[in-house]
């Protein structure tokens, strides 16, 4: 068994890429790179590691499809589906609890009383996610869900002329962004054939290439009034170039924005200093705000006096209607309808507490090195072997850069797919299947370890070999 080194910092560890890293440690440790002595190694090394015990992670028995006879419940699930829901923090309950108290006891009084006082208690958040996405504070806002943000931005920056109307995004956008684009473009008199232009990958490939998304906004670019794409994409993983795709668009004249869903919390974001016209964004992923939790809207302070929203519905300048003269708040903040759900106020702030205990560098360096420790696992054990094409196998879709990718990796099988991910949930593995042939796969930083990784490694050989042979 390999002997394991006292506990330095990560930053420490071999440096390199992460093929570089885990191959680097596993000579140090005199053992193979799968051992599970790597991943023991790299849980002792990692820094972030405490802040798992943040958050409420369910056992194997408290997921429903599990099977008992088939892995222990006693055992903490592996919990792979934070680009989906993330986990619940633990003080999540203690905040709604004060706040549930605090009606029972002061009554309306509460709408201005309290650490979080009901008018306004957003507002106490927004410099903590100003920092996750790399913004201003006056830049941010906190309120309603993620379309809704995007409809009541695009109502305010599509402004289409009878030259320049098209909005820019990917064909394989989220559906609601979709909708919502075709939405907008019908509202405002145009044909969504003509107005959408979508970008495709090329024949053969998974994902788009930077080179030919700049391209297309070159020679599109005076008839795209906004480009509106996804910061991480949902279904292959794939980061954009987001700061390249902002002054290509800003050189053609085009509004630039961004679905950052699957980016917050998950990526490093400078969405001030890229330039980034607008943006919008749901906290229940990376951000752990649970189901339906406060959504995030950015505007950049360039616009706040020529940029208006079409929607006035907001509160005076004091968070507290008054009269029916209008006091709009400045930028971003004048976007909101009304004080946000204090109970849905709470588990974001518990989430935020936890990112303001790190850094989204730091988180952002062991993701890299998370997901590229399940990248190479994978390879290691599931590559396609021309020798022998019985040999069943895993195609991962994601880029391979890491630069190109955040923690999610995208996987396509040689085997049918939902007969493998029924058989993952039923040994206590949380992760999601999407139509037609992709499992999604999120080691995220903030809870998941490098043991983790490990142990899914293992449970899928067993779940492999089990769908080749009822095949």
């Known amino acids: 068994m390999c002997s394991l080194l006292s506990r330095p910092a990560m930053a420490r560890l071999p440096t390199g890429s992460p093929r570089e890293m885990i191959e680097t440690v596993s000579e140090q440790l005199g053992c193979s790179a799968t051992s599970r002595e790597v991943a023991a190694h790299l849980d002792l090394h990692d820094d972030l590691q405490h802040l798992r015990q943040e958050f409420l992670v369910p056992t194997v028995a408290d997921l429903p499809p599990s099977d008992l006879t088939l892995r222990d419940g006693s055992e903490e699930c592996i919990y792979f589906v934070g ?44 410099a903590l996610m100003a920092n996750i996405v ?71 490939e998974d994902t788009l290439r930077t080179e030919d998304i700049l391209s297309k906004i070159e020679q599109e670019g005076a008839s795209i009034a906004v480009v509106m794409l996804s910061g991480v994409q949902y279904y292959t993983g794939q980061l954009f170039d987001m700061e390249a795709i902002t002054r290509a668009g800003h050189a053609q004249g085009c509004y630039v924005a961004f679905d950052c869903a699957h980016a917050v919390g998950n990526v490093e974001l400078q969405l001030h200093d890229w330039g980034v016209d607008f943006a919008c964004w749901c906290t ?118 890491p630069a190109q990718r955040g923690c999610q990796l995208s996987l396509s099988f ?33 809870y998941n370890s490098f043991t983790d990784v490990h142990l899914f490694i293992s449970i899928l050989e067993s779940v492999i070999l089990l769908s080749k042979k009822s095949n």
């Open 134 to 204: 790399g913004a201003k504070p006056e830049e941010v806002a906190l309120m309603n869900g993620l379309t809704v943000n995007l409809h009541l931005l695009m109502l305010a920056f599509y402004k289409p002329t009878a030259k320049r109307h098209k909005i820019l995004l990917e064909d394989r956008a989220f559906p609601s962004d979709h909708y919502a684009v075709k939405s907008q473009i019908q509202l405002r008199g145009f044909e969504p054939s003509k107005s959408s232009i979508f970008l495709k990958p090329r024949q053969g």
């Open 414 to 446: 040689s085997v049918p797919i939902r007969a493998v991910f029924k058989e993952l949930e039923k040994r206590g593995v949380a992760c999601d299947m999407r139509e037609p042939d992709i499992l999604r796969i999120a080691p995220v930083p903030l």
């Open 83 to 126: 680009n989906s829901l993330g986990l619940q923090p633990k003080n999540t309950k203690k905040y709604i609890d004060e706040e549930l108290e605090k009606w029972a006891k002061t009554g309306a009084h509460g709408h201005v009383m309290g650490s979080r006082p009901w008018a306004w208690a957003e507002n106490n958040l927004e």
């Open 284 to 401: 229940y992923k990376y951000m752990n705000s649970g189901a339906g939790g406060l959504a995030g809207a950015y505007v950049h302070e360039k616009h706040t006096d020529t940029v208006k929203p079409a929607i006035t519905v907001g509160t005076s300048s004091d968070d507290v209607p008054v009269c029916t003269v209008m006091d709009l708040q400045p930028g971003v903040k004048g976007y909101r309808l009304s004080n946000q759900p204090i109970l849905l106020v709470c588990p974001l702030q518990a989430s935020l507490e936890i990112f303001n205990k790190t850094t989204m560098t730091d988180l952002r360096r062991k993701s890299v090195l998370l997901t590229g420790y399940l990248e190479y696992l994978l390879q290691y054990h599931y590559s396609r072997d021309e020798a022998d094409p019985g040999k069943p196998y895993v195609r991962v879709i994601t880029p391979s850069d």
